[in-house]
């Protein structure tokens, strides 16, 4: 069975630090493009960032460059996305999603991701 679980959401004041953490099961990472999306309550599914299968291309939306980097362990057939200087704006559930994509740059669409995890809530309040 395919699947990705997604851990390290939490509350956090403003200007706090988080690390998420997106691990697959039942397949190998290497060969896909994974994305990190978020949906805020009353609000749609935005792009965060994504990495390409090797690691050598990445994307971040503009509300969160300079603040969040996103990084992977395929030995460990995991996906890390660190956010730092969080803001109350970047409270959302967070998604990780795969993509099999064993070459190029990954995309930020998410129509274009085959396999989603379940998310974890990250909350950013004093």
């Known amino acids: 069975q395919l699947q990705l679980v997604e851990s390290g959401g939490d509350l956090v004041q403003p200007g706090g630090s988080l690390r998420l953490s997106c691990a697959a099961s039942g397949f190998t990472l290497e060969s896909y493009a994974i994305g990190w999306f978020r949906q805020a309550p009353g609000k749609g599914r935005e792009g965060v960032s994504c990495?390409?299968?090797?690691?050598?291309?990445?994307n971040y939306a503009d509300s969160v460059k300079g603040r969040f980097t996103i990084s992977r362990d395929n030995a460990k057939n995991t996906v890390y996305l660190q956010m730092n200087s969080l803001k109350p704006e970047d409270t959302a559930v967070y998604y990780c999603?795969?993509?099999?994509?064993?070459?190029?740059?990954?995309?930020?669409?998410?129509?274009?991701?085959?396999?989603w995890g379940q998310g974890t809530q990250v909350s950013v309040s004093s």
């Open positions: 999603a795969a993509d099999f994509r064993p070459w190029g740059r990954c995309l930020s669409e998410g129509r274009e991701y085959d396999y």
């Open positions: 990495t390409s299968s090797s690691g050598g291309s990445t």
